[in-house]
């Protein structure tokens, strides 16, 4: 997925960042860049590299350079990482490494092959395989802010999180780790791991439901001088306490649906839901995973460069990663909000109290 355009889906980790200052980035970056496969000694199925922003054969940072952008008040690299895979099919395999070992039995006039025969004729089938075979490309953006320590994987996917994280450690000397519910709890307030556990229980959005409604017309969150608006979409999806997923809402309005508020009556949590964001001037729109606050599409808002704006590309990638700071510092604004009002047994009963007063409410 692209910083420069569309919609995004993302993870965030927390990175250890214990570089120099004056540390030569071009130069770490550019023993990472992507490679490719070799020519025919090559075995492996995949390859991972670093690709210029925008550009998935873009390799040579030393032609483009690779400098910091301010954005806001922060230091950020913006790059992507390429994947390319290759893969053989274990029929096929299976199949052609027979034919090729009756062949060679056939002319040696043997009626076997020793163990170590059969596996030189395996890999040089599958060489000859592999270097017929195209390979399928993938590409994620990179978005790391410096200053605040995050790394952003424009990805929802495991696999492509997994290849990121590996190649940005190995690459950059540095230590990345997962901003999860339970992490950003113990950042909140301030105890350990076993001190926030009964709190992170997976009822977020619950609260964030409750609390579209609540406040309606703008809610105040700290450090923002301009309240937010919030309201949740047309998604949302339900899960039990045996955490089976038992219904999926789409279309309309969901959050005030008689099937809403009956699974809420019922005490199932919200796992998934789309919500609405406004402040000031920018709106997003996102689909949130409750269980690990994921982002699993976010529809950023529309960018409007000046007219005099020399490098359009670099403008439109500053105000976006700018739109993408701001909406997971409210998104981080409400998480800890919630987590301390789940930590105060006084007043998370008000709101469990309150959230279902709503819930029993009659159209």
């Not at 690779?66 to 790059?79: E, L, Q, T, W």
């Not at 709190?199 to 937010?228: M, Q, R, S």
């Not at 339900?238 to 038992?246: N, P, R, T």
Request: glycine letters at 6%; hydrophobic letters at 40%.
């Amino acid at each position: 997925m692209s910083l420069l355009s569309g919609k995004i889906a993302y993870r965030r980790y927390h990175v250890n960042d214990d570089l120099p200052n004056k540390v030569d980035m071009q130069a770490l970056i550019q023993k990472g860049a992507f490679t490719g496969f070799s020519e025919a000694e090559d075995l492996r199925e995949e390859v991972v590299g670093w690709t210029i922003l925008g550009e998935p054969f873009g390799t040579d940072f030393n032609v483009t350079g690779f400098a910091g952008i301010s954005v806001g008040h922060s230091d950020h690299y913006h790059f992507s990482i390429r994947i390319d895979r290759r893969t053989i099919p274990p029929l096929i395999l299976q199949h052609e490494t027979k034919k090729r070992c009756d062949e060679v039995m056939k002319r040696m006039g043997a009626e076997r092959l020793a163990r170590q025969e059969r596996a030189d004729i395996k890999d040089d089938v599958r060489r000859s395989l592999l270097n017929k075979t195209l390979p399928t490309s993938s590409t994620a953006d990179i978005v790391w802010d410096r200053t605040k320590e995050e790394l952003y994987v424009l990805a929802a996917g495991e696999a492509v999180n997994v290849a990121a994280r590996t190649l940005f450690e190995k690459t950059f000397g540095v230590k990345t780790i997962p901003t999860d519910p339970m992490t950003m709890a113990q950042l909140a307030l301030d105890k350990d791991k076993d001190g926030v556990a009964p709190f992170v229980d997976g009822t977020f959005l619950n609260w964030i439901w409750w609390l579209a409604y609540k406040d309606i017309k703008g809610h105040a969150l700290a450090n923002y001088e301009d309240p937010i608006t919030l309201w949740v979409d047309d998604f949302i999806e339900f899960i039990s306490h045996q955490c089976k997923q038992e219904a999926t809402i789409r279309h309309g309005s969901v959050a005030e649906s008689k099937e809403t508020r009956a699974a809420l009556r019922d005490g199932k949590r919200i796992a998934k839901c789309r919500i609405g964001v406004v402040h000031r001037d920018r709106q997003w729109g996102l689909t949130i995973d409750g269980d690990d606050l994921s982002v699993r599409s976010l529809q950023m808002p529309d960018v409007v460069t000046e007219e005099e704006a020399q490098d359009e590309r670099e403008a439109t990638q500053i105000i976006r990663a700018s739109d993408l700071s701001e909406i997971q510092d409210i998104l981080d604004g409400l998480y800890v909000e919630y987590i301390r009002t789940r930590a105060d047994s006084a007043e998370w009963a008000k709101c469990t109290s309150a959230m279902h007063h709503l819930a029993v409410q009659e159209d």
